[in-house]
């Protein structure tokens, strides 16, 4: 018998980490987010970055650094 994987339409969203760094690179805060790519990931860490420098990763992938 054959099994029929049925996917639902729409955006799938990836977790995403922004870590808060200090002036030395050390981190000291992270926020999480919820996007569907890069791209929209990085509109929310530039958001959350205003001042601040920070990174943002995906799992073990470092995407950017901001500030």
């Known amino acids: 018998m ?3 994987v049925i996917r639902q339409e729409g955006r ?3 977790n ?3 870590y808060i760094l200090d002036g ?7 926020e999480w987010i919820a996007a569907s790519d890069d791209e929209e990931a990085m509109a929310h860490a ?5 001042s601040v ?3 943002l990763w995906q799992r ?5 650094r901001l500030g």
């Open 24 to 30: 030395v690179g050390r981190i000291t805060g992270a």
């Open 46 to 50: 530039r958001r959350l970055s205003c």
């Open 12 to 14: 799938q969203e990836a």
């Open 2 to 4: 054959m099994h029929e």
């Open 60 to 64: 073990s992938r470092r995407i950017a």
């Open 53 to 55: 420098r920070c990174e």
């Open 16 to 18: 995403y980490i922004v």
